[in-house]
């Protein structure tokens, strides 16, 4: 009477979570100071002051009842609208209120994206790897099948070879994480570019769309004077999934959106079915707070002064150690390469020192672990050593 896969997924946590949770046992154990914890991507840059002070406005001077009280399934008109004049201003396109479907965060939008286009059990998802592991979770919760394309690790751009050979007729979306969690890469506006043209390509060869399924949680994350291309502007058919955790640090307030451009194939039916897939997996409407909390933010940025710190500060001492990385443009993380060419044991043989990494494989990168450096300084700092004697032991 109970459902296997679910007790599976209840029962064994994520990688990333199993991870976390073993430092809080550790940090009981041996005191918090002694654990040196790289697991879990939480940012730990304040929110805005701003984000704070409209809180306490909104708590002190607005009638409780709307504070508190149930918005429209899609979001409140006036977050939509701020949402889409905010789209409209930064990326130079034409976005309305209409467009915009405010969720639980980017993973309530993806999985209501994966269900709008899933049509039945043979609707196919693809990743590039590195790819977040909660992606095969969402698309199979969504009745598809979940590919991935093995990673270029040249440079983390998109190996297209493999790409073209993947897609097929059963092909609903590709999945473009950009920056990307784990390796910090942000797709260059020529990767985008090359990505247009062969799906444009394969969707006229197939005879139906082949949508971008673009996560975003870090775009505002970059550094060095980086851009983000913004893809809708480069293929129609995107379905951009945003989060305000990463970039307000609100990653337990839970608030998000989906973004279906006008201009994209389909896209009153693509919105009506993302909120139809909403609706079947019970979000009546995200949290009324906190889209009046970004109505009135949604000019608001993050400070990276510490994100550049810790960046900095790591990528300079590991390569001195002698550690091959990706070069990190955006996010907080930086994806390296073990030593021993086992992203497992590296982790397992880290664990021995209380330095807690992620291992690559669930990212589909077997032989990598992740660092998220949304961490304090001084703890980098102490846990350089310990990265020092695991490279020459």
Known sequence: MINEKNLQLGTARSAIRELFEYGKRQAALVGA?????????????PAPKEINDAVTEILSTCDPIAVHGYTSAQGSIETRTAIADSITRRFGTSADADDIYVTCGAAAALCCSFGALTKDNNTEFIAIAPYFPEYKVFVEGAGAKFLAVPAKTDDFQIDFTRLEATLNPNSAAVIINSPNNPSGVVYSADTIKKLSALLERKSEEFGHPIYIIADEPYRELVYDGIEVPFIPNYYRNTIVCYSYSKSLSLPGERIGYIYVPKFADNSRQVY????????????????????????RCINATPDLTNYETNRKLLLENLTTYGYECAAPDGAFYLFIKAPDGDGNSFSEKAKEKNL?????????????????YCVDTDMIKRALPCFKELIEC
Not at 356 to 366: A, H, Q, T, Y
Request: charged share 15%; with cysteine; glycine share 12%.
């Open 33 to 45: 100071e002694n654990v040196f914890d790289f697991s879990l991507g939480n940012p730990s840059t």
């Open 356 to 372: 807690l990494i992620v291992p690559g494989e669930s990212f589909g990168c077997k032989e990598y672990v992740r660092i998220s």
């Open 272 to 295: 009506a079915a993302a909120a139809g897939a909403g609706r079947a997996m019970g979000y009546v409407c995200a949290p009324s707070l906190l889209q009046q909390v970004i109505t």
